[in-house]
């Protein structure tokens, strides 16, 4: 459930006489005793993660499809999806945004199971917006495979995915570790689940919403569209009279596979996608709902339940280690002492969350790599991440720990894990090296979302940031070598793409934040022109906001609704370019100041964090905090 914390004395807000501080001065000071009065006992920091309904609708399905309805959860959940709902009947993946056919599609499924009448006015908008834009059959391949589970959508319809797939060697084209992790750990358990082709009965269809029947499948305008559509007709064939002893035996590989990458907390990779479709994927390979690895996560679920202002949702996952870590980072930017108990308290919860015993599928393009990561989650042995790694190690040489030793051994640890994770271009991606062929993207199964795991800017700029910090050779030729990449992924105007935080404004900060550090000075034209993009794209109002649209329409591009967390980002680039007296950034700092609740944090209902970029976008909600620490604070003490 939602962050039990037992605050401490340490962690409580800490009145002084601040009658003659600066307003910005003032602003840092109440940002920095509410981020320290999120800290949680033993030293950790967690916001929620805030996404769409989707999340929600499907822990109902799933929990229909398993036989385990919860009648109070469902009233809840019931209660939250209707709350999300846009006057115009649709749901959107992130506040403020363009309705989405699927998620509207899976959020009406999900009411009529709770119990809302098709004739209710909230319903019969919904029915109308779903109606307009085509229906089911336009929605996504996800969404009808939930339809295929329960009877309204036919299987044969389903693109084809066999379990055969396992027995690919991972040099093949198409083999499983093609898939980023994320898509990979869904694509696996999704193998046993459209082998069983199960049906559940189910009370409620979706008549109301439009044509359910498929629509012809458009013919794919490329060559090796037209190859990948052939295949997956052959395979849908096949699929009809499998060969019977290698479909067992695939099943049963997939099976262990499934199994083996259970986290310590239930999940599957901390994530809820290939959560949901383990479950359901064990489940008809025998598992009985008492069976331990079901039991367990079953119940991890419920710890990612959120009782939040009365409501009932899903956290899509947690992130822990990522939030401790820019929660060290801030407060010493903020001015907190380097020897202070709560950052030391925090910094040696990150040394035991460092991944060094387990060797995950990072290792199949890495074999002989030793460990030292750090994952996203509570629980994320399999899946350490750069980002994570990187950011990890920044925050922990901010920290006067009481043995240096252990820290300068995770440090190393996770540098060496960073040196030997990058990418054969010199970038890195987040979670596996080299993880870019792109010819998986183009499968018809592979509609939602990214699939694979290319290098971004972001990260990059994170490992090259990390690795020039560091005195050993190896690091430092590794952050030349990705310094070099990330200047040649500069965008004309000037800015760098954000993979994983929204979007042009968070690459470019992260970018000029590396390049200082890898020693380029503020005159360089590469970092004029960054400088040049963001005072082009600050708004009137002083802060700076950018929309999730900005992935797929360019004419929002440095454009949106200003927000603390991106408002920050932009006076961090700015700060790590050298510009002491910028009147760009006096303005920055100005809307901060004017927009501070009185408790020290900042409203943010935008989602300004990126799951895949134009489909799923996420509302860090620490980031309203710790960024705006992090850039008053380096503002204010430089």
Same mark, same amino acid.
């Given at each position: 459930?939602?962050?039990?914390?037992?605050?401490?004395?340490?962690?409580?807000?800490?009145?002084?006489?601040?009658?003659?501080?600066?307003?910005?001065?003032?602003?840092?000071?109440?940002?920095?005793?509410?981020?320290?009065?999120?800290?949680?006992?033993?030293?950790?920091?967690?916001?929620?993660?805030?996404?769409?309904?989707?999340?929600?609708?499907?822990?109902?399905?799933?929990?229909?499809?398993?036989?385990?309805?919860?009648?109070?959860?469902?009233?809840?959940?019931?209660?939250?999806?209707?709350?999300?709902?846009?006057?115009?009947?649709?749901?959107?993946?992130?506040?403020?945004?363009?309705?989405?056919?699927?998620?509207?599609?899976?959020?009406?499924?999900?009411?009529?199971?709770?119990?809302?009448?098709?004739?209710?006015?909230?319903?019969?908008?919904?029915?109308?917006?779903?109606?307009?834009?085509?229906?089911?059959?336009?929605?996504?391949?996800?969404?009808?495979?939930?339809?295929?589970?329960?009877?309204?959508?036919?299987?044969?319809?389903?693109?084809?995915?066999?379990?055969?797939?396992?027995?690919?060697?991972?040099?093949?084209?198409?083999?499983?570790?093609?898939?980023?992790?994320?898509?990979?750990?869904?694509?696996?358990?999704?193998?046993?689940?459209?082998?069983?082709?199960?049906?559940?009965?189910?009370?409620?269809?979706?008549?109301?919403?439009?044509?359910?029947?498929?629509?012809?499948?458009?013919?794919?305008?490329?060559?090796?569209?037209?190859?990948?559509?052939?295949?997956?007709?052959?395979?849908?064939?096949?699929?009809?009279?499998?060969?019977?002893?290698?479909?067992?035996?695939?099943?049963?590989?997939?099976?262990?596979?499934?199994?083996?990458?259970?986290?310590?907390?239930?999940?599957?990779?901390?994530?809820?996608?290939?959560?949901?479709?383990?479950?359901?994927?064990?489940?008809?390979?025998?598992?009985?709902?008492?069976?331990?690895?079901?039991?367990?996560?079953?119940?991890?679920?419920?710890?990612?339940?959120?009782?939040?202002?009365?409501?009932?949702?899903?956290?899509?996952?947690?992130?822990?280690?990522?939030?401790?870590?820019?929660?060290?980072?801030?407060?010493?930017?903020?001015?907190?002492?380097?020897?202070?108990?709560?950052?030391?308290?925090?910094?040696?919860?990150?040394?035991?969350?460092?991944?060094?015993?387990?060797?995950?599928?990072?290792?199949?393009?890495?074999?002989?790599?030793?460990?030292?990561?750090?994952?996203?989650?509570?629980?994320?042995?399999?899946?350490?991440?750069?980002?994570?790694?990187?950011?990890?190690?920044?925050?922990?040489?901010?920290?006067?720990?009481?043995?240096?030793?252990?820290?300068?051994?995770? %440090?190393? /640890?996770? +540098?060496? @894990?960073?040196?030997?994770? *990058? =990418? #054969?271009? $010199?970038? &890195? !991606?987040?979670?596996?090296?080299?993880?870019?062929?792109?010819?998986?993207?183009?499968?018809?199964?592979?509609?939602?979302?990214?699939?694979?795991?290319?290098?971004?800017?972001?990260?990059?700029?994170?490992?090259?940031?990390?690795?020039?910090?560091?005195?050993?050779?190896?690091?430092?030729?590794?952050?030349?070598?990705?310094?070099?990449?990330?200047?040649?992924?500069?965008?004309?105007?000037?800015?760098?793409?954000?993979?994983?935080?929204?979007?042009?404004?968070?690459?470019?900060?992260?970018?000029?934040?590396?390049?200082?550090?890898?020693?380029?000075?503020?005159?360089?034209?590469? %970092?004029? /022109?960054? +400088?040049? @993009?963001?005072?082009?794209? *600050? =708004? #009137?109002? $002083?802060? &700076? !906001?950018?929309?999730?649209?900005?992935?797929?329409?360019?004419?929002?591009?440095?454009?949106?609704?200003?927000?603390?967390?991106?408002?920050?980002?932009?006076?961090?680039?700015?700060?790590?370019?050298?510009?002491?007296?910028?009147?760009?950034?006096?303005?920055?700092?100005?809307?901060?100041?004017?927009?501070?609740?009185?408790?020290?944090?900042?409203?943010?209902?935008?989602?300004?964090?990126?799951?895949?970029?134009?489909?799923?976008?996420?509302?860090?909600?620490?980031?309203?905090?710790?960024?705006?620490?992090?850039?008053?604070?380096?503002?204010?003490?430089?």
């Amino acid at each position: 459930m939602l962050d039990p914390r037992t605050i401490d004395s340490e962690s409580e807000v800490r009145p002084g006489p601040r009658e003659s501080l600066q307003p910005a001065e003032l602003a840092l000071a109440l940002a920095r005793d509410y981020l320290l009065s999120l800290q949680c006992a033993d030293g950790h920091w967690r916001g929620l993660l805030q996404t769409n309904v989707t999340m929600d609708a499907e822990d109902v399905l799933l929990r229909e499809f398993l036989g385990i309805r919860d009648a109070e959860r469902l009233t809840r959940t019931g209660a939250w999806i209707r709350s999300q709902q846009q006057p115009d009947g649709s749901w959107a993946n992130f506040t403020g945004g363009p309705g989405d056919l699927s998620t509207t599609i899976e959020a009406y499924w999900a009411l009529k199971l709770a119990g809302d009448e098709p004739g209710a006015e909230h319903m019969q908008r919904a029915a109308a917006w779903a109606r307009e834009r085509g229906g089911p059959r336009r929605a996504r391949v996800f969404t009808h495979i939930w339809m295929a589970l329960f009877g309204l959508w036919p299987w044969d319809e389903v693109p084809a995915l066999p379990p055969e797939m396992m027995f690919l060697p991972s040099w093949v084209p198409l083999n499983p570790y093609d898939f980023g992790c994320w898509a990979r750990q869904t694509a696996v358990a999704l193998t046993i689940v459209r082998a069983h082709r199960p049906v559940r009965d189910m009370p409620a269809t979706l008549k109301e919403l439009g044509p359910g029947a498929p629509a012809e499948r458009p013919r794919p305008a490329t060559l090796t569209g037209r190859g990948l559509d052939l295949l997956d007709r052959l395979l849908r064939r096949y699929e009809h009279r499998p060969i019977a002893p290698l479909r067992r035996t695939a099943l049963r590989a997939a099976e262990r596979w499934v199994v083996q990458r259970q986290e310590a907390d239930g999940s599957w990779g901390g994530i809820q996608p290939p959560w949901v479709y383990s479950l359901m994927a064990l489940q008809l390979q025998g598992y009985p709902l008492d069976h331990p690895v079901m039991r367990a996560g079953l119940d991890g679920l419920d710890v990612f339940g959120a009782d939040h202002e009365g409501f009932q949702w899903l956290e899509a996952c947690q992130s822990p280690v990522w939030d401790t870590a820019l929660a060290i980072m801030a407060l010493a930017d903020g001015g907190t002492e380097r020897e202070d108990a709560r950052l030391v308290r925090a910094a040696e919860w990150l040394l035991r969350e460092q991944v060094t015993g387990v060797s995950g599928d990072w290792a199949v393009k890495r074999p002989r790599l030793a460990p030292g990561g750090w994952g996203f989650e509570y629980h994320n042995l399999n899946y350490p991440d750069i980002d994570d790694t990187a950011i990890c190690a920044l925050a922990l040489r901010r920290v006067e720990h009481p043995e240096p030793e252990r820290v300068e051994l995770a %440090v190393q /640890r996770g +540098v060496d @894990w960073i040196v030997g994770m *990058q =990418s #054969a271009g $010199g970038g &890195w !991606g987040a979670f596996d090296a080299d993880n870019t062929r792109t010819l998986i993207r183009k499968l018809p199964f592979c509609d939602f979302g990214e699939v694979i795991d290319p290098p971004s800017a972001d990260v990059t700029a994170h490992a090259v940031e990390a690795l020039a910090r560091e005195h050993a050779p190896e690091a430092g030729a590794s952050a030349a070598t990705g310094l070099e990449w990330l200047l040649s992924e500069q965008e004309a105007d000037g800015s760098w793409f954000g993979r994983w935080g929204v979007n042009y404004v968070y690459g470019t900060s992260a970018a000029l934040c590396a390049l200082a550090e890898a020693g380029l000075s503020g005159d360089d034209p590469r %970092v004029r /022109r960054a +400088v040049k @993009w963001l005072e082009e794209h *600050q =708004s #009137a109002d $002083g802060g &700076w !906001g950018e929309d999730c649209r900005s992935y797929v329409d360019p004419a929002w591009i440095g454009r949106g609704e200003s927000t603390a967390s991106q408002t920050a980002w932009a006076l961090l680039g700015l700060h790590a370019a050298g510009e002491p007296r910028s009147d760009s950034a006096a303005r920055g700092i100005d809307w901060l100041v004017s927009t501070q609740r009185p408790d020290g944090g900042w409203d943010e209902p935008q989602y300004t964090g990126t799951g895949f970029p134009g489909d799923f976008y996420i509302n860090y909600h620490l980031y309203r905090v710790v960024f705006p620490v992090m850039a008053l604070g380096r503002w204010l003490r430089s």
